[in-house]
Each structure stands twice: as C-alpha cells, then as structure tokens.
C-alpha cells in the first residue's frame, strides 16, 4: 500500500508540473488551446532542428549545465565516478549498514580500471 501511495503522488506531481509548464507557454489568453499548440510545436520543431546543426552552434540539446564551470578538478578522479550527471528530486539522508557498505566498496574495487593491476 506504500508504494502505490507514494506512486500516485509522484504521478500527481509530474501531472501539476507538466501543466505548470504547459500554462507558462500561454500567450494569447483567449485562445489558450491554440496558443499552447503552437508553442508545443516550436519547441519539438527547434529540437528537431537542432540535430542537423555542428555541435559547435548553441542550442538547447547542445547547451552546457547550469553548474558546469568548465574548469578541471584538483582531485585525482576514478573512473566509476567520473559520469556527468545532476540529483533530481529533494535530497534524502540515508546511512548504509556495515553489510551495504561493504558491498559498495567491494563493486567500487572490482570495477574500477585503476584497481585492477593490483587485484591480479
């Protein structure tokens, strides 16, 4: 019963963020159908369009994350964490036990290249 619960309300959640999405695009409030059609339209036609241009010309699939600074680390990085990526979603704590901990850093070991001449 947990899980469906908290399913129908993520559910809910992308619904009233979808159509907050989709009441940003409004221009012409009296005819708001056609006003977020058309807008619905530009969006996927510029998307579309974006795949034919050089990786050089700035658009939407093509631009840089918000909070890359385009700078290189100081620290030494592994490869296993070395996958670009943002957290979705509001942060949760969780501690590991002993067992789970242990599991982790036995997958960090065996998968990572820089490991493996020690291993054999």
Known sequence: MFKIKFSYIDESFELFR???TLKKKIRNKARVEGSICEAYLI???STFGSYYFTTNVPSRRTRVPRN???GVSSYPQISVFNYPGRAAGAT?????DAKEFEAAKL???LNTPE???YIK
């Open 18 to 20: 979808f159509l907050n």
């Open 43 to 45: 969006e996927k036609t």
């Open 68 to 70: 890359d600074d385009g």
């Open 92 to 96: 949760k704590v969780r501690w590991m």
């Open 107 to 109: 997958y960090v070991l």
């Open 115 to 117: 490991v493996q001449p």
